[in-house]
Nanobody
Framework: QVQLVESGGGLVQAGGSLRLSCAAS????????MAWFRQAPGKEREFVAA????????YYADSVKGRFTISRDNTWNTLYLQMDSLELDDTGVYYC???????????????????WGQGTQVTVSS
């Protein structure tokens, strides 16, 4: 079991920045990948960014590429999402996810992840 707790959300003006954190506990050494997803009201949960153990490759949704940066500490106990140049469409609940056996082709699919945090609200205002 892996427990995930997100923090760092809040209200920010368009063009501003926020840094989200995800604290992982439990069997974190089993996590093959960790990711950020988000969900806006009335919309499906969508992929934002992911990082995979054993590789330096980072995965981003096209909508956030160049504005968001995913990173993690060396122990894989904390995952971060630095969000810059925030836009109104970035508003939503941001979720941290982890999975011990996700395959590469499922990295961007919410159904591929077993463990989820409770989410943190990000609201971007004009």
């Amino acid at each position: 079991q892996v427990q995930l707790v997100e923090s760092g959300g809040g209200l920010v003006q368009a063009g501003g920045s926020l840094r989200l954190s995800c604290a992982a506990s439990g069997r974190t050494f089993t996590s093959r990948a960790m990711a950020w997803f988000r969900q806006a009201p009335g919309k499906e949960r969508e992929f934002v960014a992911a990082v995979r153990r054993g590789t330096s490759v980072l995965y981003y949704a096209d909508s956030v590429k160049g504005r968001f940066t995913i990173s993690r500490d060396n122990t894989w106990n904390t995952l971060y999402l630095q969000m810059d140049s925030l836009e109104l469409d970035d508003t939503g609940v941001y979720y941290c996810a982890a999975d011990p056996g996700i395959i590469l082709s499922n990295m961007r699919n919410a159904r591929g992840y077993t463990y989820w945090g409770q989410g943190t609200q990000v609201t971007v205002s004009s």
